[in-house]
């Protein structure tokens, strides 16, 4: 397999990409994996997808990324999740995102936050929001942070809040704030209760 070029790489079938040993995986070249069809990579199984490296999911191309299935998505880890470029995340359908777990979503980069949409983000479920580094969440744009719901905010961990800007935290609508637990409220900074407004603060659960 290390012998194989990308035009070799596109002149298997897609039986005979499904039918590769996963302890071979780690030999097809970066190139080699760029060059799978979308009815290429449809055929790997979630074993050969499991012995990615990642150097090779890094080679993967957004139409490859927004193509993956449910199941292909669910088999990387959270290692693996880190390694994809910031320019095939926006490939990701909201429905692909829905389907990620908190642990594969704790591999999400500082650099990678950027590259996410507000559509994205939103189709997070609450308890997904937990799986996000405090790295992720403060990457993230004024913009798209506001873009949460309540009801994700409500699960933010205390060490995830602190992380938090002060451009972001005033984001946050009075609705965001009303939900806050006793715990998130007991952990704010000075700066952030400092860059409250007066409705914002009022919100905030006594």
Known sequence: LRGLTGEDMAELSAAQVGAIGATHIPGLTATGMAALGSSQLAALTTAQIKALAPSQVGALR???VGGLAQTQLAALSATQLSALPTDTLPALSATQVAGLSATQLSGLSATQAGSLTGGQLAAL???QIGGLSSGF???LSSTAFSGLTAAQVERLST???????TTQFAALSAADFAEFAATQVAGLTPGQIGALSPTNL???PA
């Open 62 to 64: 957004s139409t490859q």
């Open 125 to 127: 479920a609450p308890t």
């Open 137 to 139: 969440l403060a990457a």
């Open 159 to 165: 060490t995830q809040i602190q992380g938090l800007s």
């Open 202 to 204: 009022s919100s905030v």
